[in-house]
């Protein structure tokens, strides 16, 4: 049997290479449907009118024309109301100070383009509804629209713009950043932005329901625990979140899109990331998730839709991977650099260009006694009808690394030869060649919301 495998795949090859520069075999007509044009529903940023009116602090019976001047005179659990122009940077170092503008955007503060606009020291202090605008442009100080470093700051429904870093929060507990739209200067490079929600050895803080573009990185995670992100949008920038060194953090119900990476996941543990989407995320690297060096976390229940890459995964160790829908992906799942023991199982594998890709010299056997993955082109047959296929199949072995190495090997996807070698790996398990291994695989998809992605748009 092992000589008549490997004669078919030389085969393969030899009718491989004289093919030249032949075009994908996938057929475009067959794909009446995309998610290309796929957007979410996000703020205009700029869309807000100027305060006409000079500004107006007010504390209690008392009128300034400076928010300094009126934080300077405030005490501890003072509300001062906003209103109008301000032309200046503000310290708030006196705890339990609330600064709220009359109505959303109807007072704006403006750093004039030098150091941070609003900085907050003192603890339990509460900002809401300013507009916050031209920090300068020196990240490397730190340069930001709002910086915390007291603990218990809630910061809500602001709209921060043209900054170096949105938010940034540094060595405090307790920070609330909620209903806030944040973007930085388009006339800066990605590269030389700062980020949108920046976490510097937080713990507990709270992001809630933010829209964020225009910057590096959307959230920023660095040595940061017990953060709770959810509701909130990041698009057009380089990374929409990106985990370093943080451990125990968990991200609900975010959307990604439109960005280089959706979610970047790197040098962590313990993380929770369930119920998010991640949209045409194709830029230089170009994943909906990328997983890096980390471990024992849950991925569960995100649906990862037009991207380079769906998932990633590089040297992760010990994940659960679990309930997700890849769809319309260039690869579905690409997993390498030694990563193992995952459990993966209940994913939806649909429209993508290669379902999953595997560098690796050894086989991963995903489900030996869970239920596997459902893929769209495994051709399943399930005679007990219990759900699950009758044999193993293999998303990812000789034909689909011969077809990644070799584009134009795509012509011959549906030919005889490709499909005995598919059913000899699948059927035969002496044929251990590397590559995946789905032990159970689904007979029908766990996701029949997937064709929601193509309801709302025209193609």
């Known amino acids: 049997m092992n000589e008549r495998y490997f004669a078919v795949v ?8 004289l093919v030249g520069a032949v075009v994908s075999a996938t057929d475009e007509s067959q794909q009446d449907e995309s ?9 205009d940023v700029h869309d807000v009118a100027e305060p006409p009116d000079d500004g107006v602090a007010t504390l209690g019976d008392r009128e300034f024309d400076s928010v300094q001047a009126a934080v ?3 005490g501890p659990g003072d509300t001062i109301v906003l209103e109008g122009r301000f032309d200046e940077r503000v310290t708030v170092d006196t705890p339990g100070v609330t600064l709220e503008a009359l109505e959303r955007d109807g007072a704006v503060i403006d750093g004039g383009e030098g150091g941070t606009v609003v900085e907050i020291v003192a603890d339990d202090v509460t900002l809401e509804g300013v ?15 709002v910086f915390v470093n007291g ?42 932005r700062g980020n ?9 803080a709270e992001l809630t329901n933010n829209s964020i573009t225009i910057v590096r990185d959307g959230i920023y995670y660095q040595w940061a625990e017990g953060v709770v992100a959810e509701g909130n949008t990041m698009w057009n920038m380089r990374y929409g979140v990106h985990y370093m060194y943080s451990n125990d953090n968990r991200l609900e ?10 979610f970047a996941l790197m040098v962590s543990s313990e993380l929770t990331m369930r119920d998010n989407v991640a949209v045409n995320n194709d830029g230089t690297s170009g994943h909906g998730i990328l997983l890096k060096d980390v471990e024992d976390s849950e991925i569960v229940g995100n649906e990862l839709v037009g991207n380079d890459n769906g998932l ?15 769809l319309e992906n260039d690869v579905g799942v690409h997993t390498t650099a030694g990563s193992s023991n995952e459990l993966v199982a209940g994913n939806s594998f649909i429209r993508n260009g290669e379902a999953a890709f595997a560098e690796t010299n050894s086989q991963l056997n995903w489900n030996g006694s869970e239920r596997g993955n459902y893929w769209a082109e495994a051709r399943t047959v399930d005679v007990d009808s219990d759900g699950i296929g009758d044999t193993r199949y293999r998303p990812a072995g000789t034909v689909e690394r011969l077809v990644h190495e070799r584009p134009q090997a795509a012509a011959f996807a549906e030919s005889p030869a490709f499909d005995a070698v598919r059913m000899a790996e699948s059927s035969f398990p002496v044929l251990e060649s590397p590559g995946i291994v789905d032990q159970r695989p689904l007979a029908d998809p766990p996701h029949d919301n997937w064709r929601d992605y193509y309801a709302d748009h025209d193609h």
């Open 131 to 145: 507009w916050i605008r031209n920090s300068g442009y020196d990240k490397n100080v730190d340069d930001s629209g």
């Open 35 to 43: 998610v290309a044009d796929w957007s979410a529903d996000v703020p």
């Open 253 to 262: 119900n975010n959307v990604a899109f439109d960005n280089d990476v959706g």
């Open 312 to 326: 990633f995964v590089y040297n992760a160790l010990g994940n659960r991977l679990v309930d997700n829908l890849l």
């Open 10 to 17: 030389a085969a393969i090859v030899l009718a491989c290479s």
């Open 196 to 204: 949108g929600i920046h976490l510097w050895e937080t713990t507990d």
């Open 151 to 192: 603990s218990n700051a809630t910061l809500s429904a602001l709209r921060v713009t043209d900054v170096a870093f949105g938010v940034w929060i540094g060595s405090v507990d307790g920070a609330t950043v909620e209903d806030t739209i944040i973007a930085g200067r388009e006339d800066v490079p990605t590269a030389q």
């Open 72 to 74: 300077d005179a405030a």
